[in-house]
Every structure is written in C-alpha cells, then in structure tokens.
C-alpha cells in the first residue's frame, strides 16, 4: 500500500507528458510550448513559429489543391495524412498528428484553417501568377517539421482581371465589400456601411497594457448575422479578422469600429497585429 501510495504520488507531480506545457493564453501573445511531442527546436518558419521535429515515418502531410469558384475565386482544398484539425483546442498543448494550418500568399499570411476546405475570395488576391502555401501547426503553435523543414504544400494561382462574379474575376471598383473599412480618405456610398446601431451584434474590446478587456471568448453568430466590432487599444495597431482578410486601423486611445457581415461559416479568430493579442473568435454557424 505504501509503494502504490508513493507511486501515485509521483504520477501526479510529474503527469503524463513529463514536463509542464506551457498553453498559449487568450488575450497574451503568442507562446511556445513545451511539450514532449517531437523535439522543440530553435529554428524557426518564415513566420517566426519554433519548429517541433517529428520522424518522417507517420510524419504530418499535406497537399494543397485549387480550384476556381462557379461564382468567385478559388476553393482550397487540404488533402491531410496523419493529421486532423481540432478547433476546439487550439492554444493548449501539442498533441500527436492534431491542429491548425495557416495560409499564405507569396509569403504573406492569409488565414488559420481549421478544416480541409476554404473559400479564397477574388478580392483577396492580386492579378498575377502567385504562390500559396499551407502550412500545418499543433494546437500550441509551432508548426510541425521533418528533417528541420516545416510540413508544407503549396500551389500556383494566376488572377485574371475578369468580370466579378466568374471564376477567378477580381474586382477593381472603387467600392469596397459590405462591412469592410474604406481606403484612408475614401468615403463609403450611402447605405454602403451599416452604422454600429444597425449591427445584429456589438462587441466592444478594450486593449490596455497588453491586455484585453472583457477576456477574449467566442461570439456566437447565425449564418447572415452583422456583427460590429467596437475596439479601443491605449497603442496604434491593427485589428485583422482571420478568414474574412478584414482589417481596420487602430488609433492609439481612439474607439475605432469594423462592421462584418457572417456570410461564412467556421471558427475566425480576430487579432491585432502588432501585439499577436487575441480579442475574440467568431463562431459562424
């Protein structure tokens, strides 16, 4: 009895994983964990997120196949081996063969995928030949790796200025899309963009000392919904709602407001940019 008491006791100090992970806090920047997944190395990607090697053998895969949209851009799809997504726990520990993947465009980072499909609007992409890349991260975001190199795919895409509406047309009006913010000195047609009392939903953020106030949970929204996003940071910035590409400027001690229209459903963190914070998720269903 004495020698399972002590054995018991020192599972319960040490856990299951060994060492203690450190999770990625909503409202903080972004942190490394250091779980006893794979090795954590020192190197990082291109986007500044520590690698976490894994054997090649039931390694992570991923690749990236595109297709043009019957009505507008491109659908993505991410064909996973030994991987799944799991939105749920994004911030917590590594897990084995479980997370996130992010996209990019010519090196520039689009959205976080939690799922296999995404929807790549004409508006987002520049005429031109491009490159996308989808990488794959655990939940504590570090992106997986064989042989110090990040598990990745990528794929070409060449936007044409065609009508918007056909596949891959792109846009080059001066309106910009309902809920978006107008270019600096530009100003939105009547009707264009709904005033914050018009919203279905408010939600006012302040961002103060590196910290979020109320903390950062989920917002729940119908398909359809409008959604009105009140943001005071006490520093300049830049709010960016993943998956939807919205941006708005910060002024420093200034209230400043994104209305966005739910047209898309999944799971869409929004973020500062400078500061990594997380202010909230919006969950579309």
Known sequence: MLALALLLAGGAATGCGGRATTHHKPGTSHEQASGGVGTLLTATD???????????????EVQLTVRPDSEDGWNLQLAVTNYRFTPDSTGGAALPGAGHAHLELDGRKLARLYGPWFHLPAAQVPEGTHTLTVRLYADDHTAWAVSGKPVEGTAQLTATATAPGQPGGHSHGDTPPPGQTPAPGQTPPPGQTPAPEQADRTVTITVRDGKVSPAPARTELRRGERVALRVTSDRADTLHVHGYDKELTLPAGQEATLILTADRTGLFEVETHESSLVLTQLLVR
């Open 46 to 60: 291109a986007t500044g997120h520590r690698l976490r090697e894994v054997p090649a053998e039931g390694a992570p």
